[in-house]
């Protein structure tokens, strides 16, 4: 135990303490364009890429192009991880 103990030391301090989550997303959303949140709307609602083009007049790539930006400016790299952070809204 004793050689594990400077290990999980170092990784402990390493790292990051999280903001609670009502703070990351009134951050993050604030971040958004009016554009970005509305795509965020429909992805909310369910629909795919191809039906949120044709809500909003938009191709689908476009509809992609704009949930790349969204995915970076929350951090994440996923449709449900962008909703549950966005889910308080």
Same mark, same amino acid.
């Given at each position: 135990? =004793?050689?594990?103990?400077?290990?999980?030391? +170092?990784?402990?301090? /390493?790292?990051?303490?999280?903001?609670?989550? !009502?703070?990351?997303?009134?951050?993050? $959303?604030?971040?958004?364009?009016?554009? !970005?949140?509305?795509?965020?709307?429909? *992805? /909310?609602?369910?629909?795919? +890429?191809? !039906?949120?083009?044709?809500?909003?007049?938009? $191709? #689908? +790539?476009? *509809?992609?192009?704009?949930? /790349?930006?969204?995915?970076? /400016?929350? +951090? *994440?790299?996923?449709?449900? #991880?962008? *909703?549950?952070?966005?889910? =308080? #809204?």
């Amino acid at each position: 135990m =004793g050689m594990l103990m400077p290990h999980i030391d +170092n990784t402990l301090r /390493k790292i990051q303490h999280l903001e609670p989550m !009502e703070d990351v997303a009134m951050a993050t $959303s604030s971040e958004l364009s009016m554009r !970005e949140l509305e795509i965020i709307h429909w *992805v /909310k609602s369910g629909k795919t +890429n191809h !039906e949120i083009g044709m809500i909003l007049q938009i $191709s #689908q +790539n476009t *509809v992609k192009s704009h949930l /790349k930006r969204i995915f970076n /400016k929350l +951090n *994440v790299s996923r449709r449900a #991880q962008a *909703v549950a952070i966005l889910s =308080g #809204q």
